[in-house]
Nanobody
Framework: QVQLVESGGGLVQAGDSLRLSCTTS????????VGWYRQSPGKQREFVAS???????VYAGSVKGRFMIFRDSKKDIVYLQMNSLKPEDTNRYYC????????WGRGTQVTVSS
């Protein structure tokens, strides 16, 4: 498998913001749809947002209006900007290249206190 690197998580208060980053080698991110997911131990993976090569992003209803996914094509990075964070957003966040399950990452932890 090929490693994806997620970063930017941390411990914040409700209402704060974080920006998560997803990076890897080469141009694979710019050539495919990229998604952000979150998963806690013992639970199923939950879709958060995805961005196509070209076109409009897609968001889960629980984050729409608060989160934004976007690309920096020059550096081949996909970001997840998270605003107005809620305690229920607490989770470990992962990025994935749609259609390429061989790419994986360790995720980044987001913890939101009340």
């Amino acid at each position: 498998q090929v490693q994806l690197v997620e970063s930017g998580g941390g411990l914040v208060q409700a209402g704060d913001s974080l920006r998560l980053s997803c990076t890897t080698s080469g141009s694979i991110l710019s050539e495919n749809r990229v998604g952000w997911y979150r998963q806690s131990p013992g639970k199923q993976r939950e879709f958060v947002a995805s961005i196509p090569v070209r076109g409009d992003p897609v968001y889960a209803g629980s984050v729409k209006g608060r989160f934004m996914i976007f690309r920096d094509s020059k550096k081949d990075i996909v970001y997840l900007q998270m605003n107005s964070l809620k305690p229920e957003d607490t989770n470990r966040y992962y990025c994935d290249i749609l259609g390429h399950p061989d790419y994986w990452g360790r995720g980044t932890q987001v913890t939101v206190s009340s």
